[in-house]
């Protein structure tokens, strides 16, 4: 795994919530590898590869029309990065997280 490869699930909402965090992730990862697009999945993935712009400021993500419980997989750095964009686009609760040798892996729930 890359140090900007981050896996993301996100369960909860609906596809447009979905395209939202996606949205919030792009400032700090650049466009994922494929957009949440099916509006009959209950859990959508979605994987950045690339580096992003490094902005630090709030993306234009949307609002959520009810709670998402998002889980990010990476590098250490890579969790990181994606929690604070997050955090700086919508309302988290810190789930908890694991760590693993090379990868960690945190769980927020985000509300609209």
Known sequence: ????????????GGVDDARAVVRALEG???PPDQ???DARATVHMAT????????AGPADAGALS??????????PDAVRRAG???RR???TRDEGAASGDQEQERQ???EP
């Open 66 to 75: 009810a709670p998402v419980t998002v889980t990010v997989q990476g590098t």
């Open 84 to 86: 604070d964009a997050l």
């Open 1 to 12: 795994m890359t140090d900007t490869q981050l896996t993301v699930t996100l369960s909860g």
């Open 48 to 55: 950045f590869a690339g580096e992003g712009t490094g902005d």
């Open 28 to 30: 700090a990862f650049g």
């Open 35 to 37: 957009r949440p697009s």
């Open 89 to 91: 686009s919508f309302r």
């Open 108 to 110: 927020l729930l985000l």
